[in-house]
DNA sequence: GTCTATAGGGAGATAGAC
DNA sequence: GTCTATCTCCCTATAGAC
């Protein structure tokens, strides 16, 4: 059973929100005041400063990643790569949305540097996680071994943020499914 | 003979290189007067508002895209391809920079209509160069046939915005190269 | 074209009442 | 935990002297 959320996660699931569409420099704790329809004051009773929150709402990412990666576990590894850019697709269907890393990164030279290292620890979990993944396909011999699923790792990670740049600008959802197709073919050889 | 630049080209020059580390929104006319050695208020002079600024950003980085890629109107597809990594490589290390396409789109939803808009017109003949040097790979049969060349001219830049991200969050520029190899691997199927 | 001075607004953040 | 009131800072932008 569903219990109501409180104050603190009903922010965090607003500005993640407004992360991925404006971007942290792009929203205040004003506009997620407004949302919640309490007053801007009230928020820093549950985050000491806009770093704090900026570092809750990437934790709270990691979080929801390692749940939702949890949860198509029993799924083979090309099956994991297809969800993987069906949640860029969702993303982009949901209104041109980028994931939080994308969105960060964009901004990384005007971030605290203590989200910027944490932003990098999530990058890289989620490089290793995609590392496992290749390495699953290539030991079922799914996908190609004449690469080392490191190398393989970043070229699927980087279509993925390339998909979401695609899904934005030319506002088609359906290009993500596009290079979804290709970066499949590219893993198997 | 090289001209000296005008207080104008000066501002758009500096203002370009604070839009592709900081982006649109993390950069403001003081940074760019601080730069020049002169007081905020002389820019008004040059440009209306910052909108104004921003639509020149985009329309001298489209008038040094045309030059550029003028400039190497004698490459063979391949090369041109290969060029078009090597310009996110330096981008990459010259400070892990995105290129102001990348680094807009990652704010459209902050954006003044003009400059969206204007920044889509831009991608869309980036778009058109490239579909226009695969048709040309695919008639000398340097470049696989069985995709359209606007498919592939979306896969290849996607992987091109991909590779910034993946230069900057990596901090390591070869990375671009690694993804400009497996780019022209696709492209000749 | 460049300057000083300043307006007006929104940002992050704090004090202190309830 | 939430509120009102307020502070400081920086932003875009303008007025008007030189």
Chains 1, 2 share one sequence.
């Not at 996660?9 to 004003?30: H, M, T, V």
């Not at 071994?145 to 998909?163: K, N, V």
């Not at 993500?176 to 499949?184: G, S, Y």
Request: with cysteine; aromatic share 12%; net charge neutral.
């Amino acid at each position: 059973m569903s219990v109501e959320l409180g104050t603190k996660q009903k922010a965090l699931r607003e500005a993640n929100s407004l992360l991925q569409k404006f971007g942290y420099n792009g929203f205040s704790f004003q506009h997620v005041a407004d949302s919640l329809g309490i007053k801007k004051p009230s928020l820093y009773a549950h985050f000491e400063s806009k770093e704090d929150l900026g570092l809750d709402l990437i934790e709270s990412y990691k979080q929801w990643l390692g749940q939702w990666s949890e949860s198509m576990s029993e799924l083979d590894p090309e099956q994991r790569i297809s969800a993987y850019f069906d949640m860029f697709y969702k993303f982009s269907q949901k209104g041109a949305l980028y994931c939080p890393i994308a969105s960060l990164n964009a901004e990384a030279f005007t971030l605290p540097s203590s989200m910027k290292k944490k932003l990098k620890l999530l990058y890289e979990s989620q490089l290793n996680w995609m590392k496992k993944i290749i390495a699953d396909g290539q030991e079922q011999t799914t996908f190609r071994s004449d690469l080392s699923s490191e190398e393989m790792a970043e070229f699927i990670l980087s279509l993925g943020m390339g998909s979401q740049f695609l899904g934005r600008i030319s506002n088609e959802a359906d290009k993500v499914k596009m290079l979804k197709r290709h970066a499949i073919l590219f893993l198997k050889g």
